[in-house]
């Protein structure tokens, strides 16, 4: 099989995270936390995303979560693991490489990009504990990624 480039690469990452994935902030501990998170039941494509990541350089790390969840007919949820990618920096990178083959993700994208251009040239992301106030542009842009919250 012949191997794919780094653009069919990233064209295949971006479906999946237009697919299975949700791009946006978290809150956590007083703080907002850019994050891209995959969600996936099976371990081969995970395997095939990790691979492609490894390739192009992305930084990620793997949680796996066996969800104790029954069916109607009684039996277990699959379990799901979780692609995560956190932290100003590596958003930006991901978000970056990823952006000319968004589709439905490419408007949540594009805001991260914004947010964290503004947060990164500011410097106010490398101490969380001092960093500085947002402006309302940045507070509405978290507030547009979390559906309207906060």
Aim: net charge positive.
């Amino acid at each position: 099989m012949q191997s794919k480039t780094d653009a069919e690469k990233l064209a295949w990452i971006a479906g999946f995270v237009d697919g299975e994935a949700t791009v946006g902030m978290e809150y956590s501990r007083g703080q907002f936390i850019p994050r891209v998170t995959v969600y996936n039941t099976c371990y081969c494509t995970l395997g095939e995303l990790t691979d492609m990541m490894d390739s192009l350089g992305l930084a990620y790390y793997v949680y796996h979560r066996q969800r104790k969840i029954r069916r109607k007919d009684g039996s277990l949820c699959l379990p799901q693991w979780h692609l995560i990618v956190t932290g100003f920096k590596r958003v930006m990178r991901l978000c970056q490489a990823l952006l000319p083959y968004l589709v439905t993700k490419r408007e949540n994208a594009e805001l991260l990009i914004e947010y964290l251009a503004k947060r990164l040239e500011s410097g106010a992301y490398k101490n969380k504990y001092k960093n500085r106030p947002l402006t309302t542009r940045e507070a509405e842009i978290i507030r547009r990624l979390n559906g309207g919250r906060r």
